[in-house]
Each structure stands twice: as C-alpha cells, then as structure tokens.
C-alpha cells in the first residue's frame, strides 16, 4: 500500500498535540542514537524543536560526541516513547545541519543563562572538576555582559529527514501495532509488522 508524503507528517502532529495534553514534562524528548565509524552506537535524549514536512530538528554542540558522529556518518535513529499514550513513534533517516539563519534565530530565544551555558560547556569532554565550568561561566558572562550572546559556531541544529517511520500502539496480550511508512518515490510504502 501507499501513502501520500505528507500522511506520517500529518498523524505526528495530532499524536505531539496528544502528547502535550497527556504528558505534558517533555512530550518533545526523544531518544536519538547516533554511530560512530566503528559501527558502535550510542543513544541520549533530546528535545525536538521543530518539524515539518522536511524533518525533525534539535540542537546540540556540534563537537560533542553525538555532534561528531552526526557529521560524520551523516544518519541517526529517533524514538518517541509517550508512556501516557501507551505508544512509540520510531523514526530512521539522514542528516543536514540546519541553516545558519536558522540556528540563529532558535539560538535568539533561549534563555541568557542558556546562551551562556552553550559557550561554558565542552560537552562531552572530560571535565576536570565542576570549578572549571563554574569559572568558565562567570568569564563568558562578565564577557558578554550588556551584549547580546551571539551563538557559538559551534553550537547549531541537525534536521533529520525520514526515511523510514514506525508507529507503534500498545495492544493487549502483545497484540501491539505497528505501521511502517518506508520511502517510496513521493511518498511512502506502507505496511504492518508482526507484533
Ligand atoms: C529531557 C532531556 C532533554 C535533553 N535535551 C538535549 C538537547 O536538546 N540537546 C543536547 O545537546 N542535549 C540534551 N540533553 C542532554 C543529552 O541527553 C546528553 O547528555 C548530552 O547532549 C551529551 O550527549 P553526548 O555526549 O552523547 O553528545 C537532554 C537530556 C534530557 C534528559
């Protein structure tokens, strides 16, 4: 069977707007893995922050250990889990990095402190004691002070353009759902899975 592009897009949005009313700490978390050039894969969680017919955004420091990953293997893995709703969205595909128009503009609402938490931290680096973070903050703030932040080149977004989407609803006796959309041309091939 299958379904227009915009189908998956289209179920998302209704089940993120169930989500926010049915757990509404984080209904955006999602659990995003990433492989190294090993084949060894590694998984955190996220917030989604935006998406659309294109993907799925988050951001995060590029020369952290999923940001160096992502550049360079240039795919990665979602999951959705909404305990609340009894349901898992799992989503596969490629990478781009945002636009820096865009990273900008996202960058512009966060918090100051959060502004000034992208300079302070090395993520994933080896941090040698928490004084060293402390110290790092009250420089960038003394720094910036009276200034706007600028956002650190460092520090943008990816967008993860699917490829491959699975719903899957809890069923009783694990007689659960699960509806797979794989791209197709313009849109997708749909099926169902063994439970
Ligand atoms: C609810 C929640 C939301 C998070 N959101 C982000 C995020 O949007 N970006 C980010 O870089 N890290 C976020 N983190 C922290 C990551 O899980 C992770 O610890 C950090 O990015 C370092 O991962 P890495 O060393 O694999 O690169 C979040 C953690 C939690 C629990």
Excluded: C
């Excluded at 060894?40 to 294109?54: A, G, H």
């Excluded at 960058?107 to 000034?116: D, G, H, I, K, V």
């Amino acid at each position: 069977m299958t379904a227009p592009w915009s189908e998956p897009f289209t179920r998302l949005a209704a089940l993120f707007a169930q989500a926010k009313q049915a757990q509404p700490k984080d209904p955006n978390a999602m659990s995003l893995a990433t492989v190294d050039a090993n084949g060894r894969p590694s998984v955190r969680i996220v917030l989604m922050k935006d998406f659309d017919e294109q993907g799925f955004v988050f951001y995060t420091n590029h020369a952290s250990r999923k940001g160096r990953e992502a550049l360079a293997t240039k795919v990665a893995a979602l999951n959705f889990h909404w305990p609340a709703m009894d349901m898992q969205v799992r989503i596969e595909g490629g990478l781009s990095v945002v636009t820096n128009a865009e990273a900008d503009a996202y960058f512009a609402t966060r918090p100051r402190e959060s502004q000034l938490g992208a300079w302070a931290s090395l993520q994933s680096q080896v941090l040698p004691s928490r004084s060293v973070l402390e110290q790092r903050l009250a420089d960038l703030t003394k720094q910036y002070e009276g200034q706007t932040v600028p956002r650190p080149p460092h520090w943008s977004g990816f967008r993860l353009a699917p490829d491959r989407l699975e719903f899957w609803k809890a069923h009783p006796f694990r007689l659960h759902w699960r509806e797979v959309y794989e791209r197709s041309g313009n849109g997708w091939a749909k099926s169902e899975l063994f439970p």
